[in-house]
């Protein structure tokens, strides 16, 4: 059996407008002003947390701001407005359903694993995958091979393939082993041709 991974945030998943924009948002519905230093703030505290795998970089992001309420409050608020956000290219839906006539398919992605099913759900397209990998659960992010093999232990196949828009998702799949197609935001028709299984 071979399996294919797909990366969330910029491949499955995009959002309709610049992500600063939709964290204003977010900063606003609970009666807080977003201001540019309060999203800098919160940007570059999230950041330096995410890329450490502390516990919780969401709060710990909101937490270094001077917003008035609650950090746990903004999370939820970011979360509420990301899972609305998020858009998947039109033809995902069907092509994923093909797939899953001859492959196995999960996802792999960067994050937090219950924020990102979040997403996922909102989506519409979760029904598709057989498994869902996230580098929180692992303990370090792609490029790193420990998410990639935490997605083999979670998905036996006897060869894997990663769908990707990031370096990290390229050269992080070619250094476990796998293939790996970089995602140029054109659709998921070519698969699975794109895909040089050997």
Known sequence: MRAIFFDLDGTLLDF??????????????VGAEATDDAIETYSEAFYDSFA???????????AATDLDPDP???????LAREAEACRTPEEADAVLSRLTDEYALGVLTNGLR????????????????????????????????????LAEERLPADEYAMVG???????????????ARRYDGG???DLPGALDWQ
């Open 16 to 29: 309709e407008q610049e992500y600063a924009d939709l964290l204003a948002d977010a900063v606003e519905a």
């Open 52 to 62: 450490a795998c502390d516990p919780d970089p969401i709060r710990a992001g909101f």
């Open 72 to 78: 746990g409050a903004l999370a939820d608020a970011l």
């Open 114 to 149: 219950e924020w990102q099913l979040e997403k996922l759900r909102a989506s519409g397209i979760a029904e598709h995958f057989d498994a869902v990998v996230a580098s929180y659960e692992a303990g370090a992010h792609k490029p790193d091979p420990e998410p990639f093999r």
């Open 165 to 179: 828009d990031s370096d990290a998702d390229v050269a992080g799949a070619r250094d476990a082993g796998w293939i």
């Open 187 to 189: 659709g998921f028709d």
